[in-house]
């Protein structure tokens, strides 16, 4: 055991969330990760456990992963009832170091109603990309440009809108909400196209196709517990979901087009 | 009516149905607790304020009319809140997290418990109509007098000595702190009003609110319960100035005692 | 049957070649369009840019990623920027400097008309990726920012903070996405190509697996584009994504499209260093640290010190020493090998001793702390995140990794394979980057292949085609599709005690230490003997658990740890038969006094392109032979 290696490795207990593909419940299945370097990153000691599964001839869990530098958004694990684990990283980024000797970990997917299921620990957040097929782009074809310096953008206006555009589509704020939201989501990528002046001309259609899709995929209302900022990696403000409603009252109760003027409805 | 039910189809909609009716009860239980506070000024003075409530526009519209246009728009926002918040509860029991996620602290125990607290104002609400506005349940303290329509600070007094009554005003009353202290940061938020340079500003503002409104509205039942208010009979006042008359009796309104 | 070798570069001078050649190509009517289908492989920046752009002129676009969406391809944790000669600060930018320079950043290894048609769109890409709202770094009077990046003397990278990569591939996606919307891009996610559909000559299709049910099915269209990236994970470690293989481009090799230059593999300098055996990938910190962080490790041998408390007099800033003119931005192939040499030399820091300093506290003390933090805060956290040390305390600790793939399939002008109908964009072919690749050009290549240069070369290929459509009913797709499961099931019938993953560790240390920064002729003669073992272990004596008709992660990596260990063969060979040295291959054998490597342009200025003949005959190794006309090759020098 870890005694007798130095203080460089440790030894936990894991409990995985284990659910056959195309069942509809699982169990939690235990297992010993011995001697687990503390240099390790989290993903890296399920990587250990699964490579010892595989040598035992045991199906090993399936679990999602790809950049491992927390960028791509596919890693997506529950760490002890926690998105992403108890750090505000992805998982990938989740150390071992952060966990004491001898702990037990439980390790969950990322399941709501929106992001069904598939296997063990993988789920389907396909949904996300239905929300942004809605409207979360500037329809522009591949071609000649005007020349971007002609339209100025204020150093600050941009800054903001890389902290929206930062989201890195994990789905962390829908796991961690009690109410399976996406709005931090949706916000962030309408808040991002929102503050450009390329964005301008499908603003409202935008919001209101976007904040549809997110009905229509099954994600429920935010009731603004904060939670989903508090489990997002890339730090995003609930500031803009209050923006993406004020950009939605604008859409349809003023229904104002860019130069003020209403639209009979 | 188009734009509304485009509204009511969807959630961020709803929630927005949710957050301009909260304002509007909002506004009344602040003018509510402002009004109460004149039960401090005498009995005389809190009755003369419910039947001035009901001469509002009296003028134009006749007596008692524009109390009767606020009881309907009062009743159309809570039945619109409650009916709206119920069908977002639904969307989101089927959308919620289907294993046990921890939360992260960021939330408030107000905001955990808008459910709770909503469910249980709801109750109070038909308590206190039945109580003081219909006197369909009216309990009181013995050697009090009974309920009479119209005579508010009497039927407060009565309805106070008894130490469960006032009890259960008081804890409702702190049901009602959370609710808005959560509900009108977040009525805020759903409006796109907040933003992190006045957030706590909000924050700050709402709590601030929502305690008056705690310590405004116990001040009466606690006040009658330990009988450091003045007593309906002390007031000499109270019957000369006016008799109520039949055709008022069933507007006691929710402004003055109710 | 011979390869087509013929490259199809249009005559003119080279600033010509780009325009003349959109006069005279072949052209696909608009309304004609959506009668054919493309099948794009791979949704990173340039298969994400390509397939949207083919979808919006009309083309119907059939999408195949093994990623659940688009977004994840590994193009998103390019970090620093994007190049493009905008000369925005006026220091003397030019098409031709940007030509230039990558000309020259690639050791004069890359062909000549493809860089400067490169140059020519790089511009074109910035306006692009603005109209589509990608959020680059603005300065205060709202114009946009650049900063430097190695082996260059001006200032043409554009930025969004430090994750270029990821703002880009948003945009293309969101672009993409547009299309999904509107029907005219049919997405196909979890799905892994594993075959190429020839029909009589010509690419016609794929066979993929449904990685979720196992399923093998394949898809027909007029034209394959392969958008799958480089095959730098056959290292085992390396700054790629876990799922990043070489699996498509090899099948594709398979087939009769020649691979080219397979050794030229770019180690970046700056990556957070190896700690241990488990450890499953390496992390890149961006070349951008390098324009204001310096490289140092300390002037005497197995210092205890903390870097803090080391004097400047002994510390050894050993870039700016032996290259005063680029100083720590010297091309990284040069960054790569001079921390190679100073760990070798026993200068290293850190328990293995394989690391060097890039310190920030001279540009913290000028700059503030705060400024540091916006342009690089991200890094500097992610750094901590898995270090656990503060760089704005402490110096970065790196060591070069494995980072990207100069070489892959051959194409032609118009990025045509050697199969007709095949294409090959992005990291996935060979043309623009020679023997290194410059920071922030790969980005700049994707786009241009996604956005400009294949939409508008594609026609020239399916114009004769009109009408002439084969279906999956077709004989051959049935053929390849009972080839893929016979492979399949050859696999998970071994059952032996070699898992995947052991394997594919024991081929990344032969090809780190053999094929590597560092390379000489025994070396790679041993390694491919090694490999050569491994494959014939891996063939006998796999482990696989689980089913063929379920997720099976270790059924996935064995089938791309089978390509590997074949591509891995072809690097060392054409290492070894490249006996010269030139950018990133660099041969023991050949360099000058200072350990500078020693081009040989009378007898390797050439793209060696590799031709599959069979299962049991070695590939055959072809010259395509490089022109310089623009510009004559010269000894690169960075000093």
Redesign the interface.
């Known amino acids: 055991m870890s005694q007798d290696h130095d203080q460089k490795t440790i030894t936990v207990s894991v409990r995985v969330?284990r659910q056959a593909?195309g069942e509809k419940g699982g169990r939690f299945v235990e297992y010993e990760v011995a001697d687990?370097?503390l240099?390790?990153?989290f993903?890296?000691m399920l990587?250990?456990l699964?490579?010892s599964?595989?040598?035992k001839?045991?199906?090993?869990i399936?679990f999602?992963?790809?950049?491992?530098?927390?960028?791509?958004?596919?890693c997506c694990l529950?760490v002890?009832?926690?998105?992403h684990g108890p750090?505000q990283?992805t998982t990938c980024?989740l150390?071992m170091?952060n966990f004491e000797p001898e702990a037990k970990i439980t390790i969950?997917?990322?399941?709501?109603?929106?992001f069904p299921?598939?296997?063990d620990l993988?789920v389907?957040?396909?949904s996300?990309?239905r929300v942004?097929?809605?409207g979360?782009?500037?329809?522009?074809?591949?071609?000649?440009?005007?020349?971007?310096?002609s339209v100025?953008?204020?150093?600050e206006?941009?800054e903001d809108?890389?902290d929206a555009?930062?989201c890195?589509?994990c789905g962390a704020c829908v796991?961690?909400?009690?109410?399976?939201?996406a709005?931090l989501f949706t916000s962030a990528k309408i808040h991002?196209?929102a503050l450009?002046p390329?964005?301008q001309p499908e603003r409202n259609t935008r919001v209101k196709k976007m904040?549809?899709a997110?009905?229509d995929e099954?994600?429920?209302?935010?009731?603004?517990?904060?939670?989903c900022?508090?489990?997002c990696p890339k730090g995003i403000?609930?500031?803009y979901?209050?923006?993406?409603?004020?950009?939605?009252?604008k859409a349809?109760?003023l229904?104002t087009d860019r130069r003020g003027s209403m639209h009979a409805? | 009516m188009?734009?509304i039910s485009?509204?009511y189809?969807?959630?961020?909609?709803?929630?927005?149905l949710v957050a301009v009716t909260g304002a509007i009860m909002y506004g009344f239980v602040v003018g509510h607790m402002l009004g109460n506070l004149k039960a401090f000024a005498g009995p005389s003075a809190l009755d003369q304020y419910a039947e001035m409530l009901r001469q509002i526009g009296q003028a134009f519209l006749g007596n008692g009319t524009f109390l009767w246009i606020a009881r309907i728009v009062l009743i159309v926002a809570v039945i619109v809140h409650v009916i709206t918040v119920i069908q977002?509860v639904q969307?989101?029991s089927?959308?919620?997290?289907?294993?046990?996620?921890?939360?992260?602290?960021?939330?408030t125990l107000a905001?955990?418990w808008?459910a709770i607290s909503g469910t249980l104002i709801l109750i109070f609400i038909v308590v206190h109509i039945a109580q003081f506005t219909l006197g369909w349940f009216t309990p009181h303290a013995a050697g009090t007098e009974g309920f009479v329509h119209g005579a508010v600070y009497s039927n407060l007094w009565g309805a106070f000595q008894l130490w469960w009554v006032a009890l259960f005003y008081v804890a409702m009353m702190a049901m009602v702190c959370m609710h808005v202290y959560?509900g009108a940061?977040?009525m805020?938020?759903?409006?796109?009003?907040?933003?992190?340079d006045r957030?706590a500003a909000i924050r700050g503002a709402a709590a601030a609110i929502a305690i008056a409104l705690f310590v405004g509205f116990s001040a009466v039942p606690i006040s009658m319960l330990t009988n450091s208010i003045q007593s309906p009979t002390d007031d000499s006042s109270m019957t000369e100035a006016f008799e109520p008359d039949g055709s008022s009796e069933s507007s006691r309104s929710k402004e003055g005692a109710g | 049957m011979m390869i087509d070798f013929n490259s199809a570069i249009p005559s003119g001078p080279v600033e010509d070649k780009w325009s003349n050649h959109l006069e005279h190509v072949n052209l696909v009517g608009p309304r004609n369009r959506p009668s054919y289908d493309i099948i794009v492989v791979g949704t990173g920046l340039a298969g994400a840019?390509a397939a949207?752009?083919l979808a919006?002129?009309g083309y119907r676009v059939h999408v195949f990623i093994y990623?659940?969406?688009?977004?994840?391809?590994?193009s998103?944790?390019a970090q620093g920027g994007i190049n493009a000669c905008k000369n925005?600060r006026e220091d003397g930018d030019s098409v031709h400097r940007l030509f230039y320079d990558t000309q020259k950043g690639g050791d004069f290894r890359s062909r000549e008309a493809n860089v400067y048609r490169l140059a020519q769109n790089s511009t074109?890409i910035?306006?692009?990726c603005?109209?589509?709202?990608v959020?680059?770094?603005?300065?205060?009077?709202?114009?946009?920012a650049n900063r430097s990046f190695g082996g260059v003397l001006v200032e043409r990278t554009f930025y969004?903070?430090g994750?270029t990569g990821?703002?880009l591939l948003?945009g293309a996606?969101?672009?993409l996405?547009?299309e999904?919307?509107q029907g005219r891009v049919i997405l196909h996610?979890r799905c892994e190509m594993l075959d190429l559909v020839k029909v009589e000559g010509r690419a016609r299709g794929i066979i993929y697996r449904d990685m979720?049910s196992g399923e093998i099915r394949s898809a027909a269209g007029e034209a394959v584009v392969l958008a799958t990236g480089g095959y730098g994970a056959a290292y085992f470690n390396s700054t790629n994504?876990?799922?990043s293989n070489g699996t498509a481009i090899w099948r594709a090799h398979r087939r009769g499209a020649a691979f080219a230059n397979p050794s030229f593999v770019q180690i970046h300098p700056t990556c957070i260093p190896v700690?241990?055996d488990?450890?499953?990938?390496l992390?890149?910190m961006s070349e951008s640290l390098r324009n204001d962080g310096r490289v140092w490790v300390p002037r005497k041998k197995d210092e205890t010190r903390k870097p803090g408390d080391i004097p400047e007099s002994e510390r050894y800033y050993y870039l700016e020493e032996r290259y005063p003119t680029f100083g720590n931005l010297v091309p990284r192939d040069v960054a790569s090998r001079a921390a190679k040499v100073v760990c070798d030399e026993g200068y290293g820091m850190g328990e293995s001793g394989y690391s060097v300093f890039l310190d920030f506290r001279d540009a913290i003390k000028h700059q503030g702390q705060s400024t540091i933090a916006e342009k690089y805060g991200n890094l500097f956290n992610?750094y901590e995140?898995?270090t656990?040390e503060s760089p704005y305390q402490q110096p970065f600790r790196i060591y070069p990794a494995v980072h990207y793939c100069m070489g892959g399939l051959w194409v032609d002008y118009n990025l045509q394979t050697t199969i007709p109908g095949l294409y090959a964009i992005g990291e996935a072919n060979f043309s623009d980057h020679g023997a290194n690749r410059l920071g922030a050009s790969s980005l700049m290549q994707c786009l241009a292949d996604g956005?400009?240069i294949l939409?508008q070369t594609i026609g020239d290929g399916l114009q004769p085609m009109f009408r002439d459509k084969v279906d999956t009913s077709h004989p051959e797709f049935a053929k390849t599709t009972a080839e893929v499961k016979d492979r399949i099931n050859r696999v998970m019938s071994i059952q032996g005690d070699s898992?995947p993953?052991?394997i594919h560790k024991r081929l990344g240390k032969q090809l780190w230490n053999h094929c590597g920064m560092s390379r000489n002729a025994s070396d790679l003669k041993g390694a491919i003997d090694q490999i050569d073992g491994l494959q014939s272990e891996f063939w006998n004596n796999l482990?696989?658990?689980?089913s063929a008709d379920?997720?099976n992660?270790?059924l996935e990596r064995a089938m791309r740890v089978a390509d590997f260990l074949e591509i891995g063969s072809l690097m060392c060979r054409d290492a070894l038969t490249r006996d010269e040295s030139c950018g990133c291959h660099f041969r023991e054998e050949h360099q000058n006094a200072e350990g500078e490597v020693l081009r040989n342009d009378g007898d390797f200025a050439h793209v060696a392109a590799w031709e599959w003949k069979d299962e049991d005959t070695q590939q055959v190794r072809h010259e395509e032979a490089l022109e310089f006309d623009a510009i004559q090759p010269a000894t690169r020098s960075y000093k």
């Not at chain 3, 990623?67 to 590994?74: I, K, N, V």
């Open positions: 969330w593909q687990t370097p240099e390790a990153s993903l890296e990587d250990i699964n490579e599964l595989v040598e001839g045991e199906d090993p399936a999602e992963s790809d950049c491992r530098e927390g960028i791509c958004g596919t529950v002890d009832g926690l998105p750090s990283c980024q150390q170091r969950e997917p990322f399941s709501t109603g929106a299921v598939i296997k993988i389907d957040r396909s996300l990309d942004i097929q809605a979360g782009y500037i329809t522009v074809h591949s071609g000649p440009k005007p020349e971007p310096n100025p953008i204020e150093h206006i941009m809108a890389l555009s930062a890195i589509g796991a961690a909400c009690p109410n399976g939201s709005s991002h196209l450009l390329q964005g904040v549809e997110m009905d099954g994600f429920g209302s935010c009731r603004n517990y904060a939670e900022q508090a489990s403000s609930i500031k979901i209050g923006r993406m409603n004020s950009d939605y009252i349809t109760v229904d409805t | 188009k734009k485009q509204l189809s969807t959630s961020v909609g709803k929630k927005l977002l969307r989101n089927r959308a919620k997290p289907t294993r046990t996620v921890r939360r992260r602290n960021a939330s905001a955990k808008m959560h940061w977040s805020c938020q759903t409006l796109g009003l907040d933003a992190p957030n | 840019s949207s752009s919006a002129q990623h659940d969406t688009p977004r994840r391809a590994h998103i944790a925005y074109a910035i306006d692009q603005v109209a589509q709202g959020p680059f770094a603005r300065e205060y009077g709202g114009m946009l969004c903070r994750q990821q703002q948003l996606y969101q672009s996405q547009k999904i919307d996610s979720v994504a876990i799922n700690s241990g488990y450890q499953s990938k992390t890149l992610m995140e898995i656990g956005y400009f939409p898992t993953l052991s482990k696989i658990t689980g379920d997720i992660p270790t």
